[in-house]
């Protein structure tokens, strides 16, 4: 039973229930909480801080920064660093993210593996649950959520669980879909149709629980996280199972009116046959599998062995091939629309294969006639294959505790 493994609903401290109640500077109150969330984005963005270098970029008073560094340490967001000497007046103190003043869970529903992310403050994964199976029943991924995220909350100290701020879900729309590349039964398929995870997870966590489609959740974690921190925009491919993406504008991620923004896997691309075809078609994890099982291998190896895909042989090669093909189509029809100044390349697979899945890319992208194009780069993803349970963690983390994204692009 669920109560055997999570806790009821408990009390997170007077801070963080008002840092979750105001959000905006209508009152005395929601201007001093705007203002510490502007101080510890400014942080997570630069690095350790001055109290003097906080007041000249946000524009407040240096009584005003005071106070509020002075409160953040107090509720154990800001850690004081050792002093440091300059050329001329009073050594200066830098303050940094409490790795330990808050906390969030990432949980990642997929196709043939789930994810589970402990991340603290500072957007580093503490621990992290993999489970590998083979599409597994609501019921089944249920029992395998609850016992991970037991897991990860005991694995904190008592007192430091009171400092979990919520609960983040990356998982994909209508993952009922696509019954044939899913590879599983059509009943399965139908009870994930009726099945809602995040509703069910919230009648028990005693965090607010969100959810976001697990592609954007990538990109999420780039952007928030990642190489993604310094573009203004870019676009964002990610290789799981099914192919997915996101769209990155002015540093604001951007979701479309329905959410299906960035739905990268429906572009239209030619096939190394010369048809016409879907991206997914081209650049999927499911067509590696196919070919493994095809060939008498066990295709499992693609969830199992996340660090270490040599035994896929030759095959593994064409796929990198085919996937290169379609992408960099992709690329250049994608850069056509937006003018990213990036195309960023990550996926659910060792680094060394992303990075030869990349290097294809740049080398077919070489061969393309781009006249009237803008510049844009074709770069790796840096966080990989946790980057949907991460982005998933990243929400109630920004939502409590960070500002707007424009405040990593305003002038310093």
């Known amino acids: 039973m669920v109560s055997q493994h999570l806790p009821g609903k408990a009390d997170n401290g007077t801070a963080l229930k008002e840092r979750r109640s105001l959000t905006g500077g209508s009152t005395q109150s929601g201007m001093r909480l705007y203002n510490e969330r502007l101080v510890l984005s400014l942080i997570r963005s630069h690095g350790a801080l001055p109290k003097a270098e906080i007041a000249r970029l946000t524009k407040l008073s240096p009584q005003t920064v005071s106070v509020i560094v002075r409160q953040l340490e107090a509720d154990n967001l800001l850690l004081k660093g050792e002093s440091l000497k300059g050329k001329v007046g ?21 196709r043939r593996s789930g994810d589970l ?33 037991f897991e990860l909350m005991h694995s904190l100290p008592e007192m430091q669980r009171n400092r979990i701020s919520g609960l983040g879900i990356a998982r ?20 994930w149709k009726h099945f809602d995870v995040q509703a069910e997870l919230a009648k028990h966590c005693p965090w607010p629980v969100v959810d976001c489609n697990d592609a954007t959740a990538a990109c999420a ?29 002015n540093g604001h991620l951007y979701n479309g009116p ?12 030619v096939s190394q046959e010369g048809q016409q075809e879907q991206l997914m078609r081209s650049a999927s994890l499911f067509l590696l599998e196919r070919d493994l099982r095809s060939a008498g291998l066990d295709e499992s190896m693609l969830w199992k062995s996340v660090e270490d895909w040599r035994a896929a042989g030759p095959l593994l090669n064409d796929w990198i091939d085919r996937a290169a093909h379609g992408l960099t189509q992709a690329a250049v029809s994608v850069a056509s629309v937006i003018e990213p100044a990036a195309i960023i390349i990550d996926g659910a697979m ?57 405040i990593l692009f305003k002038s310093t």
């Not at 050594?91 to 969030?104: D, T, V």
């Open 90 to 110: 009073q050594p200066l103190q830098p303050f940094s993210l409490n790795p330990e003043g808050a906390f969030s869970i990432g949980l990642k529903v997929g």
């Open 117 to 149: 992310v402990l991340m603290g403050l500072d957007g580093v994964a503490r621990k992290t649950v993999h489970q590998p199976y083979k599409f597994p029943t609501p019921s089944a991924f249920l029992d395998f959520a609850r016992n991970g995220i």
């Open 172 to 191: 994909p729309f209508d993952i009922w879909k696509w019954e044939e590349q899913a590879g599983a039964t059509h009943d399965v398929l139908e009870s």
């Open 221 to 249: 974690a780039e952007l928030l996280l990642g190489r993604g921190q310094r573009l203004r925009d870019f676009a964002y491919f990610y290789v799981g199972y099914f192919i997915g993406g996101g769209v990155v504008l």
């Open 258 to 269: 329905s959410g299906n923004a960035g739905a990268f896997a429906s572009v239209p691309v």
């Open 350 to 406: 060792p680094a060394a294969v992303r990075h030869d899945l990349v290097s294809a890319v740049r080398n077919r992208l070489a061969t393309f006639d781009r006249e009237g194009l803008s510049p844009f780069e074709v770069v790796e993803g840096s966080i990989g294959v946790h980057a949907r349970a991460m982005g998933a963690a990243s929400l109630p983390l920004f939502a409590n505790f960070m500002v707007d994204q424009d």
